[in-house]
C-alpha cells in the first residue's frame, strides 16, 4: 500500500482537533503519523536526485549543482517580432542556425533522444533524465519571456555535458500565442539540431529504464541500416489513482513513481499484475502495440516485430 499523501484518518483527525474533541492520545498518534509522512516525503526526494552518472567531468556529475560564478548565463529579453531561439551545447551557448543537417553515409549510428517541455518547471527532472538515458539528448523548452531568467539561471547553476543540446524556444508574454504548445514545431526544431544518424521521440515526464540506451544502440545493423523501418519503444503507464491519490505535485508524483518503477521486464509483468501498470490508457487505443509475445521474449532478444497494428492512430 503506498502511504504518501494525506488520507482520509489524517482529515478525520485534523477535524476533531479543529471541533477540539480529539484526545490527548490522538493528537499524539497524528503527530507520530506526520513526522513519519514528512520523513517518507524526504527520502523520496533524496532518491530521486541522488543519482550520478558522470559524461565529461571527474568533479562534476551530469544536472549536478556547480558554483553560481563557475557559468554566468544573462537573460536577454530582447525578442524580434516575439521569439526568441537560443541554442546551449552543454553549458556553452553558441549560435542557433536553422540551416538542415544530414549524417554522412559512413557516420557511425548512434541514437539522438528529442524531447519538449512547456516552461521551466520540468527541468527538475533533466538530471534523472539524463543519468537514464546515457546518449546524446536534444531538449528543447518552451516557455514565455518571463521564464527567461529561470531558465539561465538554471543553465547557470548545473553541470550540462556536451552530450546535450538545450533549447529555448521563447515566446514573448504579449504574444496572443504565448499559451499554445506548439509540439510539433518544437518537435521538428530538436530534429534539426540532431548529428546523429538516428533520434528517439520521448517526453519528458516518461521513466525510462536505466538500460534503455544500451538496447537502442544494441539493435541490429539491418535494422538500423534500413530506410523503411521505424523502432516503437513500449511504453507503459501508472494507473491513475494508484499514483495520484498519494502525490500532490509534479515533483512529489515523479518522487513516488521514481520510487516505485520497474527496471526490468519481470518487474513490469510484477507491476502489471499488482494493477499498478497498464500497457494502454483507458478507453484510449493511441498505445496499443505491444504484442502478447512480447512479455515471454528472451532478454537476449533486442527488438520483436510487430505483427500488426489494431487501430489505424497511434501516437509517438
Known amino acids: 500500500m503506498l502511504e504518501f499523501k494525506e488520507n482520509d484518518w489524517i482529515q478525520d483527525v485534523r477535524a476533531a482537533i479543529s471541533n477540539h474533541t480529539a484526545t ?25 536526485y541522488n543519482v550520478s552518472h558522470y559524461s ?16 554566468k548565463v544573462k537573460a536577454i529579453l530582447n525578442y524580434q517580432n516575439g521569439l526568441l531561439i537560443r541554442k546551449f551545447v552543454g553549458n556553452e551557448e553558441v549560435q542557433y542556425t536553422d540551416t538542415p543537417w544530414f549524417p554522412s553515409n559512413d557516420q557511425k549510428f548512434d541514437v539522438t533522444a528529442i524531447v519538449t517541455a512547456f516552461g521551466y518547471n520540468r527541468l527538475f527532472a533533466l ?7 546515457q546518449g546524446p539528448i536534444v531538449l528543447v523548452i518552451y516557455a514565455t519571456s518571463t521564464q527567461e ?9 548545473h553541470f550540462i555535458p556536451k ?9 514573448s508574454r504579449y504574444l496572443k ?16 539540431n540532431i548529428r546523429t544518424t538516428h533520434f528517439l521521440i520521448l517526453d519528458m515526464d516518461l521513466r525510462l529504464s536505466l538500460n534503455t540506451y544500451k538496447e537502442v544502440m544494441s539493435l541490429p545493423q539491418f535494422l538500423y541500416q ?4 521505424a523502432v516503437i519503444l513500449p511504453v507503459f503507464f501508472y494507473i491513475g489513482k494508484q499514483i495520484l491519490a498519494h502525490c500532490s505535485s509534479t515533483e512529489s508524483c515523479s518522487y513516488l513513481s521514481n520510487w516505485i518503477q520497474p527496471e526490468n521486464k519481470l518487474e513490469l509483468i510484477e507491476c502489471i499484475n499488482r494493477k499498478i501498470c497498464i500497457s494502454n490508457k483507458n478507453n484510449i487505443r493511441t498505445h496499443m ?16 516485430r510487430v505483427r500488426c497494428f489494431i487501430t489505424n492512430f497511434m501516437e509517438p
Not at 538530471?127 to 538515458?133: A, T
Not at 534500413?226 to 523501418?229: A, H
Not at 505491444?290 to 515471454?296: H, L, N
Request: charged share 20%; proline share 4%; with cysteine.
Open 177 to 192: 500565442s504565448s499559451t499554445v504548445f506548439p509540439i510539433n514545431r518544437l518537435r521538428n526544431l530538436a530534429i534539426r
Open 149 to 157: 531568467v529561470h531558465l539561465v539561471r538554471y543553465i547557470s547553476t
Open 24 to 48: 490527548s492520545a490522538l493528537i499524539e498518534q497524528y503527530h507520530d503519523f506526520q513526522s513519519v509522512l514528512i520523513t517518507r516525503k524526504l527520502q523520496l526526494r533524496s532518491e530521486f
Open 226 to 229: 534500413s530506410n523503411r523501418s
Open 127 to 133: 538530471r534523472q533524465f539524463m543519468y537514464r538515458y
Open 56 to 71: 565529461d567531468s571527474p568533479i562534476h556529475c551530469d544536472g549536478c549543482d556547480i558554483p553560481r560564478n563557475q557559468k
Open 163 to 171: 552530450r546535450v543540446t538545450i533549447l529555448f524556444y521563447l515566446v
Open 289 to 304: 502495440y505491444v504484442m502478447p509475445e512480447w512479455f515471454t521474449t528472451s532478454k537476449e532478444s533486442h527488438v520483436s
